[in-house]
């Protein structure tokens, strides 16, 4: 899956979602081979990764900008990933949980590389654009604007834009993978659109 799809789904405000959203299906599908793992299928293993690698890279990437580290850093993830199969019981899909241990991976990273987190484009943008985001992002030939805006996000906006717009988890779901009240989501999430709007006015002039 491409970090930037050239017809993302934009979420509705409440990302509530659909008690029937074919993604349930998957979800039984990502249980069943996490119980194969953790009877130690590597052949579980293999499809798991094939499933969750490009997701779990374009979020990585996404928080530390740096292709090289965040190609090293899915090992890691997915390594982490197979130790913990056992632990996992269903409290949340498996979705979520993967994502978790992708986040607090990446905060390890940083922590441990003393990076400093980029400034936030919408402390400088507080101007709301009549550019309609939905339109934009639906236009393929947008997608390396898209992508410069995104850049210009802090992590933590960035973070929240790629697993809402590319992932279509609720805001509920993104806080449990930030460990965030969902209040504080949402407001990441009004923020971030404003400052992409302003920026992406502002480039594709």
Not at 147 to 162: A, G
């Amino acid at each position: 899956m491409s970090p930037l799809p050239g017809t993302p789904h934009l979420p509705s405000e409440s990302l509530t979602g659909s008690s029937k959203h074919p993604r349930e299906d998957q979800e039984t599908k990502y249980h069943a081979l996490l119980q194969q793992m953790a009877q130690g299928s590597e052949a579980a293993l293999t499809e798991f990764y094939r499933v969750f690698e490009s997701r779990i890279y374009a979020f990585v990437k996404i928080r530390l900008n740096d292709s090289h580290e965040a190609a090293d850093l899915l090992n890691d993830i997915m390594w982490e990933v197979w130790r913990s199969a056992k632990k996992f019981e269903g409290r949340s899909r498996v979705t979520t949980w993967v994502f978790g241990i992708a986040h607090h991976k990446v905060i390890d990273r940083i922590r441990s590389k003393g990076k400093h987190q980029m400034e936030p484009l919408e402390s400088i943008v507080d101007q709301e654009s009549d550019c309609n985001l939905d339109d934009i992002l639906g236009q393929k030939q947008l997608e390396s604007h898209i992508q410069h805006c995104m850049e210009k996000l802090s992590p933590d906006h960035r973070q929240t834009v790629q697993l809402a717009f590319f992932e279509d988890l609720s805001y509920r779901e993104i806080g449990e993978i930030a460990g965030s009240p969902e209040g504080t989501i949402k407001a990441r999430m009004f923020h971030a659109k404003q400052a992409l709007k302003r920026c992406l006015a502002r480039v594709i002039r």
